[in-house]
Nanobody
Framework: QAQLVESGGGSVQAGGSLRLSCAAS????????MGWFRQAPGKEREFQAA????????YYADSVKGRFTISRDNAKNTVYLHMNSLKPEDTAVYYC????????????????????WGQGTQVTVSS
């Protein structure tokens, strides 16, 4: 059964850094684009970053561009989100997700194109 498990969340002060990890199993995720989304209290889940199956393409939400970096290690079936210069407004539950298709030639910010989701990891940034 396909499974995604996030880790690395926690509490940090503004300006700090965290690295989130997403370990994938039960499916050949190395063939799928992967994405990170987040959901803040009282808000809808929103796209943050995505990476193609080959790591050749990445895409970021404007709010995190220049601060967050998505990467993947297909040998380890793991995707990472490196978060720097964190702000209180980055506080949210962060979810990783896998594209429903293999070898899609682009990355997507649309939740509709992601079929597999992790349980989420909490990130709290204090001022």
């Amino acid at each position: 059964q396909a499974q995604l498990v996030e880790s690395g969340g926690g509490s940090v002060q503004a300006g700090g850094s965290l690295r989130l990890s997403c370990a994938a199993s039960g499916r050949t995720f190395s063939r799928s684009a992967m994405g990170w989304f987040r959901q803040a209290p009282g808000k809808e889940r929103e796209f943050q970053a995505a990476i193609s199956w080959s790591s050749g393409n990445t895409y970021y939400a404007d709010s995190v561009k220049g601060r967050f970096t998505i990467s993947r290690d297909n040998a380890k079936n793991t995707v990472y989100l490196h978060m720097n210069s964190l702000k209180p407004e980055d506080t949210a539950v962060y979810y990783c997700a896998a594209d429903k298709l293999y070898y899609r030639g682009r990355v997507s910010y649309s939740e509709d194109e992601y079929a597999y989701w992790g349980q989420g990891t909490q990130v709290t940034v204090s001022s």
